[in-house]
């Protein structure tokens, strides 16, 4: 536990994260800056006594700081943190910071893709078993509020984002579920980005547990080099124990001399993916002393999260599903192979740098049409156009209306962008829902 009373300490970022730890700071008597580069951020929730350095041409003094909290949207070469490398001053993110005065367990889970899913059923089968979890992290509410909520077991999304600024942060359960092209405008390349994900097993010791995606070759990598006791899980047979893997209707946790089994026919979400999220979330569950049948009732009851493959309504034998958390290629190839075709696409928004050209095979055999909208549809065309029927429009209302004019009885049309969506909406959220108002509107 750190002492922080009496410490001058400078928050980057006045978003969601940002806003928590300055709360957090404030009740265990700091001093504080708080910096942002908007200068139109609501005040009202802040600190009344905070040093406020507001606008794109402000810049913090980090004279006298003892401490620096970067809020996970806060790029490492952002002026502010290389000042305070330089000068030797601590800069910590608000998971590490969290982490520091956690009580009890903590179970953290990370990928490119799934990893709010999984840490939400993984939230929900604790809740079956009688523990109370708080259920958080780059999902929605920092962990620093954790601070303030009676629990007995913290649950966390990790970004790779927040990985950049960690020290000691240690889970007793870490969960890598994939890793594929994505934040590459923040990152050199894929090798950058695998390597902050990872990080969220560097202060495992001998105790505790790493679960691994064994058909994800980039996350494969890492067996064989972590210091927790590794658990692989995948769709494929298992060459490895202990592992988790799927026997009919069961997920089985083999360590060579007991099996574990758990029943999945009451699994409720759709597509091979979320079998293997199941994998993970069972995995972790039955490591931390989860009986398999608490595991089975929450399965059953678990419907999913808001925009990640959800199914909007049908229409004339046309069904509409919201996959507007589909903000990557890895991501779409997941929504694209789980619906049914033949298939409407709606895709574009704002390109991370990656590469489109592992979608062309799904689209070549499920996708009928195409309709890109934002500012990558120029580029997506030019990668994909060969291999469906494409067409280019501006906005997402004018896609919604061109496929529900050009559907007919068997279609899904899927919004799964492969893209974020900053250059329309507020974020992938606010995208969705407005979908969701479009297709009900029809």
Not at 222 to 245: E, Q, S
Not at 367 to 376: E, K, T
């Amino acid at each position: 536990m750190m002492e922080l009373a009496g410490k001058r300490v400078l928050v980057v970022g006045l978003g969601v994260t940002g806003r928590s730890a300055a709360r957090f700071l404030s009740a265990r008597g700091a001093r504080f800056v708080l910096a942002d580069q908007r200068g139109d951020i609501p005040r009202e929730d802040l600190p009344l006594d905070a040093e406020l350095h507001l606008g794109p041409e402000s810049v913090a003094c980090l004279d006298a700081v003892d401490l620096v909290i970067p809020s996970p949207g806060v790029p490492r070469d952002n002026p502010l943190l290389r000042e305070a490398v330089a000068a030797r001053i601590p800069v910590l993110s608000e998971l590490e910071l969290a982490s520091r005065f956690l009580d009890g367990l903590l179970v953290a889970i990370t990928g490119t893709n799934g990893k709010s899913t999984v840490t939400a059923m993984l939230g929900e089968v604790l809740k079956a078993a009688g523990m109370r979890p708080f259920v958080g992290g780059n999902l929605g509410t920092p962990l620093i509020d954790a601070m303030g909520v009676e629990h007995d077991i913290a649950v966390v999304e990790v970004s790779s984002f927040q990985l950049e600024w960690i020290e000691r942060f240690r889970p007793h359960v870490a969960i890598h579920l994939n890793l594929s092209d994505d934040h590459l405008y923040r990152y050199r390349d894929l090798e950058e980005y695998g390597h902050f994900k990872a990080r969220i097993f560097e202060n495992q010791r001998a105790d505790d547990y790493a679960i691994i995606n064994r058909d994800d070759p980039h996350v494969w990598r890492l067996n064989g080099r972590l210091k927790a006791r590794t658990i692989n899980f995948g769709l494929t047979p298992a060459a490895v124990l202990p592992a988790i893997r799927l026997d009919r209707d069961e997920l089985v946790l083999d360590d060579g001399a007991n099996q574990r089994r758990v029943g999945i026919g009451s699994l409720r979400l759709p597509g091979r993916h979320n079998l293997a999220n199941a994998m993970a979330v069972a995995a972790a569950a039955l490591v931390l002393g989860v009986d398999p049948k608490s595991i089975e009732r929450a399965f059953a009851e678990f419907t999913g999260l808001a925009h990640r493959i959800e199914f909007v309504r049908e229409r004339n034998g046309v069904s509409f599903v919201d996959d507007s958390k589909g903000t990557n290629v890895g991501a779409t190839l997941e929504a694209l192979a789980a619906v049914a075709a033949p298939i409407i696409w709606i895709a574009g928004g704002v390109d991370k740098g990656g590469d489109y050209s592992p979608l062309r095979a799904l689209l070549k055999e499920k996708v009928r049409r195409a309709i890109l909208i934002g500012a990558a549809r120029h580029k997506m065309q030019a990668a994909l156009g060969d291999v469906t029927e494409v067409e280019l429009t501006a906005t997402l209302a004018d896609a919604v209306a061109r496929a529900a004019a050009i559907a007919t009885r068997g279609d899904t049309v899927l919004l799964s962008p492969a893209c974020s969506s900053f250059d329309q909406f507020r974020d992938y959220e606010e995208r969705g829902r407005i979908f969701k108002e479009l297709a009900r509107a029809l």
